[in-house]
């Protein structure tokens, strides 16, 4: 996951930008890490992202950047960094913040996630490993955070420095069973657990409210932010679309942007892939109502819903949350 854009944003405004740029509150503790989104003037996603707020500090680059109020670390999917970066600039010129935006995307590697039941005691191992083994080991961002909704950590990590914490990950890690996980497993276990993934779930043309990242939107405080008025106001008339999962008992392959089905009309699926927790097809979709009005929850639940794929269509359960641990546990730990 070293593609990951790594943004630092500093400045005498700083804070101000942030409160503006990102839907969440990310003014928490020094250290701490909050998932947000930034939007548009329409209300539209224009990306989801971690905001790491840093203690004031003299310049560590890349971890640390010199800073003597507000500063905040950003991390962004690879492959819409440069769109961000423009975003954000846009912004800024916009509203005549003074902040700097400093990229260090080139100078820090990542590895993604060290997930699992046993990855808060493998990182305190591999933590004492590398604190007596290595005289010589670079400082390491650690941030609590999962995309596969399991415990775990990321590790953001100096570019000369990657190797050797990947090797001491995976040897602290051997007695647990550790072992390498690609792109494809991320893909399958995020769209299990129900998280967002921009460009396929996520648009400019969506919303946090359409796309159930209500939670990510700091409405219920007086700080405003970009496209707060938009979602007032959709909040107000009622959603017209809205995500759904859908899961098919059918083992049948699906990749995503197949038709959804309701009672019959079709309604919307924007990503697919296949569940090996549930052991079904799982994709997730926005529907709307053919007549022009406002998909609740009961919406949903009254409907009989199909998959179609190449020509077949394949009966669906719709889920209003994700069909895998509902209620949260297993990225808190609480396994069992």
Request: aromatic letters at 10%.
């Amino acid at each position: 996951m070293s593609y990951f854009g790594k943004f630092y944003l500093t400045g005498p405004d700083a804070k101000k930008a942030a409160d503006w740029l990102f839907t969440a509150d990310v003014n928490k503790a020094p250290g701490s890490t909050v998932y947000t989104c930034m939007l548009n003037k329409r209300g539209g996603v224009e990306s989801d992202l971690t905001v790491s707020r840093l203690e004031p500090s003299p310049a560590h680059l890349p971890l640390t950047p010199e800073s003597n109020s507000e500063a905040y670390y950003l991390a962004i999917g690879g492959g819409v960094a440069q769109h961000n970066w423009s975003h954000i600039q846009a912004v800024l010129q916009d509203q005549g913040f003074r902040c700097t935006v400093i990229e260090h995307t080139e100078d820090m590697g990542m590895i993604s996630s060290i997930q699992g039941h046993k990855s808060r005691v493998l990182k305190q191992t591999t933590v004492h490993s590398c604190t007596h083994t290595l005289s010589n080991f670079s400082s390491v961002r650690a941030m609590r955070l999962s995309f596969v909704g399991e415990m775990g950590w990321e590790l953001h990590i100096p570019k000369e420095s990657c190797l050797p914490v990947y090797h001491a990950v995976m040897v602290a890690g051997a007695k647990y069973g550790i072992c390498n996980a690609g792109y494809r497993a991320i893909d399958s276990l995020s769209i299990e657990k129900g998280y967002r993934h921009w460009h396929a779930d996520l648009h400019p043309d969506d919303t946090p409210l359409e796309a159930g990242l209500a939670f990510t939107c700091k409405m219920k405080t007086s700080i405003p932010f970009l496209g707060w008025k938009a979602l007032e106001a959709q909040k107000a008339e009622g959603l017209r679309r809205r995500i759904v999962c859908f899961t098919v008992d059918e083992k049948v392959p699906m990749f995503g942007l197949e038709t959804i089905f309701r009672n019959s009309v079709p309604v919307g699926l924007r990503r697919s892939e296949f569940g090996f927790a549930i052991d079904k097809t799982i994709g997730y979709g926005y529907i709307c109502n053919p007549d022009g009005g406002v998909v609740s929850p009961d919406f949903v639940r009254s409907g009989e819903f199909a998959l179609e794929r190449m020509g077949v269509t394949y009966k669906a359960t719709a889920h209003l949350k994700s069909p895998f641990d509902p209620e949260n546990k297993r990225v808190k730990g609480i396994y069992g």
